[in-house]
């Protein structure tokens, strides 16, 4: 079968999907808050260094999940998801892209720098066909920390890992990072990409290549965006 392969975050849906999750941890307790205002400085400096910057989540991370069960941490992962609304934060151009590759037959995968532990649920509301090759994480003193994160290169290695991707009839990204699952496709849809990064993904890209503009969602009464602005460009 041919695959559709997407990005997740600022693409099929129009924000951070595990920044969101990792604060909403965090606020849960005052100790975690304040345990992640300490880290702070140390997580300022990661942010600055490309190479580093996962593992400034990572702190953050830790903070939110130290002690907790993985039981525990599937039921805050559901009361997340289930309070975040999920479908109503889809892209509407993600959504009608979407349904028109599962309407073709297609097989479709999300390939995302997220967390699978996050990213599985969080699909599965979107629809339970969808495929997810998510970031892995592992425990390290009590708390989840970074292991694999899926980006860039690493993205078509864990595709072929998990047998996806034999064919590939089109790829959805909205960053330079994303060339490497870009490059696999027939067509490659770059979705809300400066005019600079267009032109750098059109020589890595052995197929052809479409442009689109997916708007952001309209934020409901009393919600604060927690998106990227225009022209700034996010990590998976």
């Given amino acids: 079968m041919p695959w559709a392969l997407f990005d997740l975050d600022d693409t099929l849906i129009d924000h951070d999907s595990f920044g969101r999750f990792t604060a909403h941890l965090l606020r849960r307790n005052p100790l975690r808050l304040g345990v992640a205002v300490l880290l702070a400085p140390v ?4 942010v600055c260094l490309p ?5 400034a989540g990572a702190l953050l991370l830790w903070a939110g999940t130290v002690g907790l069960r993985d039981r525990d941490l599937d039921r805050i992962v559901r009361d997340h998801l289930r309070r975040g609304s999920v479908r109503e934060r889809l892209r509407p151009g993600g ?3 979407l349904a028109a590759h599962l309407g073709s037959g297609h097989e ?9 532990l996050l990213a599985v649920p969080l699909c599965r509301e979107i629809d339970p066909r969808i495929r997810v090759v998510g970031s892995t994480l592992r425990r390290r003193l009590g708390g989840l920390v970074a292991d ?3 980006r860039g290169e690493h993205k078509v290695t864990m595709l072929s890992e998990a047998g996806i991707g034999a064919e590939v009839v089109a790829a959805y990204g909205d960053s330079v990072s994303d060339g490497p699952m870009l490059a696999l496709a027939h067509t490659a849809v ?11 993904l ?6 052809r290549v479409v442009c689109v503009q997916w708007p952001p969602i309209t934020p409901r009464a009393g919600e604060v965006r927690g998106s990227r602005r225009s022209g700034s460009r996010r990590r998976s």
């Fill in 43 to 46: 997580v300022a400096v990661l």
């Fill in 51 to 55: 190479r580093r910057r996962v593992h």
């Fill in 95 to 97: 959504a009608a892209a």
């Fill in 108 to 116: 479709v995968a999300v390939v995302t720098g997220s967390a699978a």
């Fill in 148 to 150: 694999r994160h899926c």
């Fill in 190 to 200: 770059l979705v809300n990409l400066p005019e600079s990064a267009v032109a750098e």
């Fill in 202 to 207: 059109r020589t890595r890209s052995t197929g």
